[in-house]
């Protein structure tokens, strides 16, 4: 079982471009989330999907965009990358819509310089 | 929005020893849970609490879900090397899949 699967695992960006990080799961959960994690801060969440179709922003969205393409993927775009977004982004999923007993995918390790 | 406080930020403990941390919150969670990540890896799920007062076990892992709702613990006995790592606790109020508050977490070193 592969479980949730994201990728690339490490980016590096200059300031101004962008990139779209991938993250898709095998475990047919219908919600999606993504999360940044920074030294001492734990993990904040930047967007999520609580069904295929829908999206709706978290505790951190400024600076990204999301897509729930079907029911197992769910990505994130940063249209134009900043030293502050600079961090280590995990993908999770979850059976149910309230979002408990999440599996997280392995991480994408990203900088920007 | 809400915030959870989890301490200790560190633990330096010899093997063998308990472990004990916990986590407050300033406002009501209906799901506490305890989650583990390794260096260069995703937190994995240890313990799920749905219920205030509910008390969990996992082999050598115990949690609790205060009664107030508003505060957990996880307790590690005799620790192994194998326990290092970060553990964050999390948790959840409401529905639509709003996603998961985390504690900043509790970095766990044992020395041999």
């Known amino acids: 079982n592969a479980g949730v699967t994201q990728t690339p695992k490490f980016q590096v960006l200059k300031t101004g471009q962008s990139m779209t990080l991938q993250c898709a799961q095998d475990?047919?959960?219908?919600?999606m989330y993504w999360y940044r994690q920074d030294p001492g801060m734990g993990l904040r969440l930047i967007y999520y999907s609580a069904s295929e179709g829908t999206t709706d922003k978290g505790e951190v969205p400024n600076g990204y965009n999301v897509s729930r393409l079907n029911k197992r993927e769910f990505s994130l775009r940063l249209e134009s990358a900043a030293p502050s977004q600079t961090s280590v982004y995990f993908c999770a999923s979850s059976s149910t819509a309230w979002g408990t007993e999440a599996f997280f995918g392995q991480g994408t390790r990203l900088t920007v310089v | 929005g809400q915030q959870l406080n989890q301490s200790p930020q560190s633990m330096f403990i010899q093997e063998g020893e308990d472990v004990s941390m916990n986590c407050t919150s300033s406002s009501i969670f209906n799901t506490w849970l305890w989650y583990k990540q390794d260096p260069g890896e995703g937190p994995v799920l240890l313990i799920a609490l749905y219920k205030a007062g509910e008390l969990t076990s996992n082999g050598r892992l115990t949690a609790q879900f205060g009664i107030t709702r508003k505060d957990s613990f996880l307790n590690i006995s005799a620790s192994i090397p194998s326990d290092v790592g970060i553990y964050f606790c999390?948790?959840?109020?409401?529905?639509?899949?709003?996603?998961?508050?985390f504690g900043k977490g509790t970095h766990l070193i044992i020395q041999p």
């Open positions: 475990m047919n959960h219908n919600s």
């Open positions: 999390a948790g959840q109020y409401g529905g639509g899949a709003d996603g998961l508050t």
